[in-house]
């Protein structure tokens, strides 16, 4: 097992780093690395695999499908529904589509993918629905900010909600101000997509940084790992979020098992404080 763990609402232990899939199943030639990819991870204790409906047009759940053949049991799956399908009618043929393409019986947990003008009582009605028939073990939520947050739990079930997936990397922290400390307080994980700052200039930017180039150094590992140490990193006496990078090159897969090995002194993330500081006030939810 995996060294930095957190256990989830259900009671289920996770390792702290899990694997992304957007942007797998769009292109046939990929899929058998892509697969393989999935599986390594898993065979290194990788047991989180995040994706959705929407990756790849149900692409990716096939690709998740695929790496699952034979070893369901050993991940934990979590899926997510279109908010243009979250109403109580749509969620179930939405959820029997991507079940289909996972070929599992059941997805651990099935996140509605941002907010949607479907009134929450319904979509948590579609949740409770498919709970109830087996075909999910739990729901949550994405790209909520923390006043949705704190509407959604106002809602009969709305505390049954196990998660809020958003982005959160070090160049985005804007969650550490009011999200996070809401979750915390409910003991709910928090889940950081693009913990590796997906791509672009801000992803350069991070790397090259010299904060992160010299805690890098210090450790012997790779910008890249301390990031991911850093968004897994105990706060406020709790480790309560869940990074999950997407990896297909081997070699990545093999650095963020690593990474969950990685522990960073209180010197370490004064220094990347200082060079990527925390929020001072409340700042809109960061989506990319
Ligand atoms: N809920 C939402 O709205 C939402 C939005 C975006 C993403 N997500 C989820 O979050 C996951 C992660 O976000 P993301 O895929 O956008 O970005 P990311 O994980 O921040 O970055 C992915 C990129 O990092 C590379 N990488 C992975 N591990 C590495 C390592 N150890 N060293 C160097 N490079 C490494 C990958 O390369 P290779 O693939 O070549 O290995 C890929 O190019 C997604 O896949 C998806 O499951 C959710």
């Known amino acids: 097992m995996a060294s930095i763990t957190l256990q989830w609402p259900d009671g289920t232990v996770l390792p702290a780093i899990g694997q992304g899939t957007w942007k797998m199943g769009e292109d046939p030639s990929q899929r058998k690395a892509e697969i393989a990819a999935l599986q390594h991870g898993l065979d ?16 990716a759940e096939e690709v998740v499908g695929a790496a699952l053949e034979g070893r369901r049991d050993e991940a934990f799956i979590v899926s997510k529904v279109y908010p243009h399908n979250a109403s109580r009618k749509e969620m179930i043929k939405a959820c029997d589509r991507s079940l289909r393409r996972l070929n599992i019986d059941a997805i651990d947990c099935y996140l509605l993918h941002w907010g949607s003008s479907t009134p929450i009582d319904e979509i948590i009605e579609g949740f ?3 709970q109830q028939a087996g075909k999910i073990k739990g729901y949550g939520v994405s790209n909520l900010d923390d006043r949705e947050m704190e509407a959604w739990w106002q809602h009969d079930n709305g505390a049954l909600c196990q998660t809020d997936q958003v982005l959160y990397h070090l160049g985005s922290r804007g969650v550490e101000y009011r999200l996070l400390p809401l979750l915390r307080e409910r003991r709910l994980p928090m889940m950081a997509y693009c913990p590796l700052a997906q791509g672009g200039r801000l992803r ?20 890249q790992q301390i990031l991911l140490a850093w968004v897994i990193r105990e706060q406020h006496g709790q480790r309560s979020v869940i990074a999950i990078p997407k990896a297909v090159h081997p070699d990545h897969i093999d650095d963020n098992v690593a990474a969950l090995d990685i522990t960073l002194p209180p010197e370490d993330t004064a220094l990347l404080d200082q060079a990527w500081p925390a929020p001072a006030r409340r700042q809109p939810l960061d989506v990319e």
């Open 44 to 59: 290194r204790g990788l047991t989180l695999i995040d994706t959705a409906e929407m990756y790849g047009e149900g692409g």
């Open 128 to 130: 409770m629905h498919l």
């Open 204 to 223: 350069q930017h991070l790397m090259s940084s010299p904060a992160v180039v010299d805690v890098a150094q210090r450790h012997g590992v790779t910008p």
